[in-house]
């Protein structure tokens, strides 16, 4: 178990630049989050998947955000235009949802890619 | 809507004192609960995690949380503080589309 990776973990980048981010999960494990944290905030939920389908993404911050998980392991967030306020820490967590009829979700976060627009 | 607060944004103990964090939840049905540490750095870690049954749960690192349905709460203690233990502490409710805190920053005194 190598836990989950994330690749860059900085990324500093001109106002109105496309970023992409990508997201390897624990190998076992089906749903996988994105997260945004800013400074001196809890992390902010974005949107997850479970396998390849998006699950929710009601709560990406714009259109200009977009995530995919087209084979159900990595993902990618991708930010289109980037502004200043895009500037934050991007988390990537994952989880393996049980069969058990009760609930046993828990959600392994990876180290993060730091975003700066400048 | 689902939300949390951590009313304490920085708490300062000395090494080897008891600690206590708190949080209060607003949750519609039965509240998923959990409580995360980042320390600088690092990704989030998960302390413990409460789903249901014994409202007293017992976590990594020494850490304990009490469930209490009627204070909506879910504070996070420690008897006895190490220095290894300053960092930033999360309290989060639900599953998917987990709520954080604002978080509280935990400065441990020699």
């Known amino acids: 178990d190598t836990g989950v990776s994330q690749d860059p973990r900085h990324k500093i980048t001109k106002r109105g630049q496309n970023v992409t981010f990508r997201c390897d999960p624990i190998?076992?494990?089906?749903?996988l989050y994105w997260y945004r944290q800013t400074l001196g905030q809890g992390p902010e939920f974005l949107t997850y998947?479970?396998?390849?389908?998006?699950?929710?993404k009601s709560r990406l911050l714009s259109d200009r955000f977009s995530a995919e998980r087209p084979k159900g392991s990595f993902s990618t967030l991708e930010i289109q235009r980037t502004e200043q306020g895009d500037s934050a820490m991007y988390l990537c967590?994952?989880?393996?949802?049980?069969?058990?009829?009760?609930?046993?979700?828990?959600?392994?976060f990876g180290p993060g890619t730091r975003l700066t627009v400048l | 809507a689902q939300s949390v607060t951590q009313p304490d944004i920085h708490i300062t103990v000395s090494e080897g004192a008891s600690l206590e964090l708190r949080c209060n939840y607003s949750y519609g049905a039965t509240p998923y609960l959990f409580w995360y540490v980042q320390s600088p750095g690092q990704g989030l870690q998960l302390l413990l995690k409460?789903?249901?049954?014994?409202?007293l749960v017992q976590g990594i690192k020494g850490f304990e949380a009490e469930f209490k349905r009627s204070q909506s709460s879910f504070n996070l203690r420690k008897p006895s503080v190490h220095w290894r233990d300053a960092a930033e502490y999360f309290c989060?409710?639900?599953?998917?589309?987990?709520?954080f805190g604002a978080g509280t920053r935990l400065t441990v005194k020699p």
């Open positions: 989060a409710v639900g599953l998917n589309d987990m709520r």
């Open positions: 409460y789903f249901s049954g014994d409202t």
């Open positions: 967590a994952s989880s393996s949802r049980d069969s058990m009829p009760e609930y046993t979700d828990t959600q392994y």
């Open positions: 190998s076992e494990h089906n749903r």
């Open positions: 998947f479970q396998n390849e389908a998006q699950l929710e």
